[in-house]
């Protein structure tokens, strides 16, 4: 979303041969050209990603309807047994057939040949909408669309490589709706509003935040106390704004075209508990594995103990979710043991002031993070180790953490440039009094508006030389 080719030429040809087709074609036909331009945004960098989402979409929409369709119950369960190993499979060779093998040689001494595997963009996400759309047809939920319809609800650009994760009740009417083909100016502007406020998050806020984490991540060793915090807060920041930015530019996008995506982010960092931060982080995601995992597992309706176990697993296997690594086990479980223990003690910790329990909350999360951005666990010790007991509280080679290759700065400036742009985030996260989608659900089309989206716009085009890839493509 952040580059010249997409701002510039992707994204109005689409636009305006989308719309411009409207009034002479059926919606299928202009069904089918957005399927084709998601495939092209699809297969812009890797070509070889196009045919593996095709067959996916295939297999899944035949096994769908097998599963709709079955005469008898053993045909059913046969045919949703057999659409979710193959998307569990299909995960499971992409993204840990080389994270299991390796730990196998480790263990038993084996000497398995690892192979060089592509991770292919978004295959996390397309593949648990439609294990959870498996489900929803097993249970009867809802029904199977036709193919261009259940291909565009998967395939759908602005959702597509890295969320929301999108469920099919949440727009499967709207793209069957004939009203939504046709070209809207109030939900372009109110689109064009969120995508250019996310489009900022990402070139300017987290890019420039990019730098200190980057710099501070590279040598854990050589940070001081000052600097090891600093630039895990960096880093913490940096994920919040580059994520959400990408959520709002998705429900922007989606917007200009008529379709209301879900929300993502709503403020996670306010949060008074790790079970709240996972109401406003990555709220999707969240919703994905309740239906996925939690809800499978039994729920809350086995007793104390088994909800406990239920919720643990939940984390876990979002920690693995997000990567084939141990650090991302480890932060999943992390995550896990706290927000079991605030079911247990959630009477006591209600009796602390919200103040306290924001603090310790988000103290936690930036912490935990140190494992989610750290190469291996032994790096992330190192961190933890510089911020929670350092051998001297130190606060030398701040300045480094602004280290930039092609420009130089006095250290005193560069210290100020690093403490001035973290307290100036640190604003907006905790004090701005209204978030992205509070803004988004407000919008009205006013000069001063326009004038404001047209400054935040054109310093994010500056950054666009310097842009750096979503963070999580890599998940």
């Known amino acids: 979303?952040?580059?010249?080719?997409?701002?510039?030429?992707?994204?109005?040809?689409?636009?305006?041969?989308?719309?411009g087709m409207s009034r002479y074609v059926s919606r299928k036909v202009q069904h089918v050209f957005l399927i084709l331009a998601s495939l092209v945004f699809y297969g812009y960098n890797h070509i070889s990603y196009v045919w593996l989402i095709l067959i996916s979409v295939a297999v899944n929409y035949i096994l769908a309807t097998?599963?709709?369709?079955?005469?008898?119950?053993?045909g059913k369960k046969v045919a949703f047994t057999l659409g979710v190993l193959f998307n569990v499979c299909l995960l499971g060779y992409y993204k840990y057939y080389n994270f299991f093998l390796d730990n196998i040689n480790d263990v038993?001494?084996?000497?398995?040949?690892?192979?060089?595997?592509?991770?292919?963009?978004?295959?996390?996400?397309?593949?648990?909408?439609?294990?959870?759309?498996?489900?929803?047809?097993?249970?009867?939920?809802?029904?199977?669309?036709?193919?261009?319809?259940?291909?565009?609800?998967?395939?759908?650009?602005?959702?597509?490589?890295?969320?929301?994760?999108?469920?099919?009740?949440?727009?499967m009417s709207q793209y069957q709706d004939d009203k939504n083909r046709f070209?809207?100016?109030?939900?372009?502007?109110?689109?064009?509003?969120?995508?250019?406020?996310?489009?900022?998050?990402?070139?300017?806020?987290?890019?420039?935040?990019?730098?200190?984490?980057?710099?501070?991540?590279?040598?854990?060793?050589s940070l001081s106390f000052g600097s090891a915090w600093l630039g895990s807060l960096a880093y913490t920041f940096q994920l919040f704004f580059d994520f959400s930015g990408y959520s709002d530019m998705a429900i922007g996008l989606a917007k200009m075209m008529n379709i209301e995506l879900p929300v993502n982010f709503y403020s996670p960092y306010k949060s008074k508990s790790i079970t709240e931060f996972w109401k406003r982080w990555h709220i999707t995601l969240g919703r994905s594995l309740f239906v996925l995992i939690y809800i499978p597992l039994g729920g809350?309706?086995?007793?104390?103990?088994?909800?406990?176990?239920?919720?643990?697993?939940?984390?876990?296997?979002?920690?693995?979710?997000?990567?084939?690594?141990?650090?991302?086990?480890?932060?999943?479980?992390?995550?896990?043991?706290?927000?079991v223990f605030?079911?247990?003690?959630?009477?006591?910790?209600?009796?602390?002031?919200?103040?306290?329990?924001?603090?310790?909350?988000?103290?936690?999360?930036?912490?935990?993070l140190v494992l989610f951005r750290s190469q291996?666990?032994?790096?992330?010790?190192?961190?933890?180790?510089?911020?929670?007991?350092?051998?001297?509280?130190?606060?030398e080679g701040i300045s480094h953490l602004a280290f930039n290759t092609n420009l130089t700065y006095p250290d005193l400036a560069q210290v100020i440039f690093v403490v001035g742009v973290?307290?100036?985030?640190?604003?907006?996260?905790?004090?701005?009094?209204?978030?992205?989608?509070?803004?988004?659900?407000?919008?009205?089309?006013?000069?001063?508006?326009?004038?404001?989206?047209?400054?935040?716009?054109?310093?994010?085009?500056?950054?666009?030389?310097?842009?750096?890839?979503?963070?999580?493509?890599?998940?």
């Open 66 to 74: 097998g599963v709709q369709n079955a005469s008898k119950p053993i």
């Open 300 to 339: 809350n309706r086995k007793g104390l103990p088994r909800t406990c176990f239920n919720l643990f697993a939940v984390f876990f296997v979002s920690g693995l979710w997000h990567g084939a690594a141990w650090t991302y086990v480890i932060w999943g479980s992390l995550h896990g043991v706290v927000r």
């Open 108 to 171: 038993f001494d084996t000497h398995f040949v690892l192979k060089h595997i592509i991770l292919p963009l978004g295959i996390s996400f397309f593949t648990f909408q439609q294990i959870a759309f498996l489900i929803s047809v097993n249970k009867k939920e809802e029904k199977v669309p036709g193919l261009l319809d259940y291909t565009l609800f998967i395939t759908f650009f602005p959702q597509l490589v890295a969320g929301p994760i999108v469920f099919s009740q949440d727009v």
């Open 376 to 395: 291996t666990v032994k790096e992330a010790l190192i961190m933890l180790k510089k911020m929670y007991m350092p051998d001297t509280i130190s606060f």
């Open 342 to 368: 605030e079911k247990l003690f959630d009477k006591q910790l209600n009796k602390i002031p919200d103040l306290i329990r924001i603090f310790f909350t988000f103290l936690f999360v930036s912490s935990a």
């Open 1 to 19: 979303f952040s580059t010249y080719i997409f701002t510039f030429v992707f994204l109005p040809i689409v636009l305006l041969l989308y719309f």
């Open 422 to 475: 973290l307290l100036v985030v640190a604003y907006l996260v905790f004090f701005f009094p209204k978030n992205s989608i509070d803004l988004y659900n407000e919008f009205k089309p006013k000069p001063k508006v326009a004038v404001a989206m047209a400054v935040l716009f054109s310093f994010a085009v500056i950054h666009f030389s310097k842009v750096g890839a979503f963070i999580y493509f890599n998940f």
């Open 183 to 221: 070209f809207d100016i109030n939900n372009f502007s109110q689109g064009l509003f969120i995508f250019i406020i996310g489009l900022f998050k990402k070139a300017v806020v987290a890019d420039t935040l990019n730098i200190f984490s980057a710099n501070a991540f590279f040598d854990p060793d």
